[in-house]
T-cell receptor, first 111, second 112 residues
Framework: SQQGEEDPQALSIQEGENATMNCSYK?????LQWYRQNSGRGLVHLIL?????REKHSGRLRVTLDTSKKSSSLLITASRAADTASYFC???????????FGSGTKLNVKP | EAQVTQNPRYLITVTGKKLTVTCSQN?????MSWYRQDPGLGLRQIYY???????DKGDVPEGYKVSRKEKRNFPLILESPSPNQTSLYFC???????????FGPGTRLTVL
């Protein structure tokens, strides 16, 4: 079974609005990462948040992590049409060398 | 330029015909992985390697083999491909298993 699950599966918003995606995972983690994928291309790393951090910012991105609920959220503020892509959370569980990706949220930003 | 390269980018083959997808990185990364991506299932790890000559199974290793004879290369081998291995494959590398991963452009494989 997958370590990470994203919610919602798809999200459609207007340019300028904020987009929020959520991720839940199952076991203790070292860190949680968010990636972006443009239509069938390779994934690009966006941001990494460690298990002892609660919030992290990078440009228009804001990530939160709640280890007690085993969940994270990615907020993209003032979205642009160029933000249209799929977004994945990924985790590396403590004590394991494997890496797990969620099934992704497909974001469509309408101009 | 720091990058992960994969070849071929597209491949159509027939059931049972052995094939190899190459992966190479120029960042001196120790951790390398292969993933497959199928609609609705996200990315699933096939195999990973912690360093030269150290490989281990991911979540979906059946039907695949890998080797890590050099630090920069991590080929994925399908000894006898079957139609259920039709997928989009990605190679990735990182400094360590908990670090940011750099992805290759992907290989779209169709097995008839």
């Amino acid at each position: 079974s997958q370590q990470g699950e994203e919610d919602p599966q798809a999200l459609s918003i207007q340019e300028g609005e904020n987009a929020t995606m959520n991720c839940s995972y199952k076991t203790s983690i070292n860190n949680l990462q968010w990636y972006r994928q443009n239509s069938g291309r390779g994934l690009v790393h966006l941001i990494l948040i460690r298990s002892n951090e609660r919030e992290k910012h990078s440009g228009r991105l804001r990530v939160t992590l709640d280890t007690s609920k085993k969940s994270s959220s990615l907020l993209i503020t003032a979205s642009r049409a160029a933000d249209t892509a799929s977004y994945f959370c990924a985790t590396g569980p403590y004590g394991f060398n494997k890496f797990y990706f969620g099934s992704g949220t497909k974001l469509n930003v309408k101009p | 330029e720091a990058q992960v390269t994969q070849n071929p980018r597209y491949l159509i083959t027939v059931t049972g015909k052995k094939l190899t997808v190459t992966c190479s990185q120029n960042m001196n990364h120790e951790y390398m992985s292969w993933y497959r991506q199928d609609p609705g299932l996200g990315l699933r790890q096939i195999y990973y390697s912690m360093n030269v000559e150290v490989t281990d199974k991911g979540d979906v290793p059946e039907g695949y083999k890998v080797s890590r004879k050099e630090k920069r290369n991590f080929p994925l081998i399908l000894e006898s491909p079957s139609p259920n291995q039709t997928s989009l494959y990605f190679c990735a590398s990182s400094i360590g298993q908990y670090n940011e991963q750099f992805f290759g452009p992907g290989t779209r494989l169709t097995v008839l």
